[in-house]
Structure formats: structure tokens, C-alpha cells
């Protein structure tokens, strides 16, 4: 009995556990979010903007977004996973979902690199506006998803050259 209740209270631990630092990640998000819209507002960030390479602040902050929706979603799946409401599903549904979310993921964290690049690339150390805290968050954001984008676009070259040479 006392294995079953020690099993129960650690479980319970990691659940809030989780949960707090589901909540931490949701105001550093939302932080973000505010901080690329100010960007927008911000005269020596327009300034310095190169004609030819423009950051496009608006997918970055439709990129948070998606960060806090999939957030809520992994909140509620680490709920149901705890109240047990998994349930089974087709597979051919599943194949679909996982082809058409790895094209989404592919085409948005590219562009996401790209703009937290050209962002890192021309950020003025003397701008006030763009030197604070929030813009590390979308470096390391673009760091993730450069390897994350290389990841999808190898398993993806490499799927296809398998399909490929294997008949």
C-alpha cells in the first residue's frame, strides 16, 4: 500500500510540477508577444531595417501564438494522459495528420530561422527597443528551429530517397 500512495504523491508532484512550468513558459510567451509588438513601433529598429531584407515581425508573432496554442494543447494532454482519456484512433487519419503537421512544421520554423537571423544580424547594440531580454528568447527560439528545420527536411529527403530506390 505504501509503494502505491508513494507511486501516486510522486506522480502528483511531476503533474504540478508541469504545470507551473507550463505556466512559466506561457507568460515568458506572451512576454515575447509584446515584445515583437513594440518592435513594430520601435524608430531606430525601422531605421536600421535594410531595405532588401525586412523582418517580418508579424510571422514571428503569429509564431508565439502557435507556441501558446500548442502549449494549451500539451497542457491538456498531460491532463487527459493523467485522468486517463487516451483513446485509440485510425490509422490512415494518423498518417495524414503527421504528413500534412511535418509540411506546416517544416514551411514555418524555415521562416522563423530566417527572420530570428536577419533579426540577430540586425539588431543595433544602441537601440533600446530591441536590447532586452525577450530578444535572446527569439534567438534561441530560431536556434530550435534551424536544427528542428534541418531535422524535418533530412528525415524527409531521406524518406523520399528510400521510397525512391527501393522499388
Aim: aromatic share 20%; with cysteine.
Amino acid at each position: 500500500m505504501y509503494n502505491i500512495f508513494s507511486f501516486y504523491i510522486v506522480m502528483n508532484t511531476s503533474y504540478i510540477i508541469q504545470l507551473l512550468l507550463s505556466f512559466i513558459s506561457f507568460g515568458i510567451l506572451i512576454s515575447v508577444y509584446q515584445y515583437l509588438g513594440d518592435l513594430k513601433n520601435c524608430a531606430c529598429f525601422l531605421e536600421n531595417e535594410h531595405p532588401k531584407y525586412k523582418i517580418n515581425i508579424q510571422l514571428l508573432q503569429v509564431y508565439e501564438i502557435l507556441e501558446i496554442i500548442a502549449l494549451f494543447i500539451f497542457i491538456g494532454f498531460i491532463t487527459m494522459y493523467k485522468s486517463k482519456l487516451f483513446k485509440g484512433g485510425g490509422k490512415q487519419g494518423m498518417k495524414f495528420f503527421v504528413l500534412l503537421s511535418s509540411l506546416v512544421f517544416l514551411f514555418i520554423s524555415g521562416y522563423v530561422s530566417y527572420y530570428s537571423i536577419l533579426l540577430f544580424l540586425m539588431a543595433k547594440e544602441d537601440c533600446l527597443c530591441v536590447d532586452k531580454w525577450q530578444k535572446y528568447i527569439v534567438y534561441i527560439q530560431g536556434v530550435f528551429n534551424s536544427v528542428y528545420f534541418l531535422r524535418i527536411l533530412f528525415s524527409m529527403v531521406i524518406v523520399f530517397l528510400f521510397i525512391t530506390f527501393n522499388n
